[in-house]
């Protein structure tokens, strides 16, 4: 085995979501982030400049191993390029940003912070709204990182035109757990998103869009959203939440 190929493994994740050392050893390499409490577990490869990577962590092995299917074997990858490394590493840390866990652990820092900084807020109306713009901006990212900054129908990429969209509305949640998870919305194109918060699209089991009745074939023709249309991809835990908006679709 090659220790020096973990020296290539430390660049690529300090270059791409992991940025410092866990652990070192001659043939072990464990790499963290101050932006989310996943770790990576890298040791050299039977190739020169390839690596069998792992997580301890269930969310990211079942994302992954969709987004890197020919590479996972037993919730492990194997890497066979310093290319490859970096795309794995980078969207590993986009999912690990996302993960339910992350955003209520940064939404109740942030919450903590503000507190701590008016005090004289708490239990107001401001607080209230401050806790909604905290809550909604940290959604957003957590979205925009799940989704890879792409529309979940569409696969547009301009960010500018790009919505969090919640299934169960912020203000039906019962928890700000349930405000926050991942799996309870979709990032969507502004148009998009103005129909599913509307309900006037939803989405079946397996991410086919149910247009409502009162939509047209010529609006839908004219909104590109005619025929059969798929969500990119969709997980179980995205279905609780959309039975909920199924039952509210305009009829």
């Known amino acids: 085995m090659n220790g020096g190929d973990l020296v290539l493994a430390e660049k690529a994740g300090r270059e791409n979501g992991f940025e410092y050392v866990v652990e070192r050893g001659s043939h072990k390499l464990v790499l963290g982030s101050a932006y989310h409490p996943i770790r990576v577990f890298i040791t050299p490869g039977e190739n020169p400049v390839s690596w069998n990577l792992r997580f301890d962590n269930l969310f990211l092995t079942n994302e992954l191993s969709r987004s890197f299917p020919d590479i996972e074997e037993n919730a492990n990858y194997h890497i066979w390029s310093l290319q490859l490394l970096a795309a794995f590493l980078r969207r590993a840390s986009e999912l690990a940003r996302s993960m339910p866990e992350t955003s209520i652990s940064r939404y109740q820092k942030e919450i903590q912070n503000a507190l701590d900084t008016e005090p004289d807020i708490k ?7 401050i806790r909604q713009r905290i809550g909604q901006d940290i959604y957003r ?19 500018e035109i790009l919505r969090a969209s919640h299934a169960k509305a912020w203000s039906e949640c019962e928890t700000d757990a349930e405000r926050l998870d991942v799996y309870n919305g979709f990032l969507f194109r502004a148009d998009i998103d103005a129909l599913f918060d509307r309900h006037l699209v939803t989405f079946a089991d397996d991410g086919c869009l149910i247009p409502s009745p009162r939509l047209t074939d010529y609006q839908l023709r004219a909104l590109n959203l005619d025929g059969d249309r798929y969500l990119t991809h969709i997980s179980p835990q995205h279905l609780p939440y959309l039975t909920w908006h199924r039952q509210r679709l305009v009829k």
Do not use: F
């Open 141 to 159: 990212q957590a979205l925009i990182d799940y989704w890879g900054g792409c529309c979940a129908l569409s696969g547009i990429d301009i960010p």
């Open 123 to 129: 239990g107001t109306e401001r607080e209230a709204l």
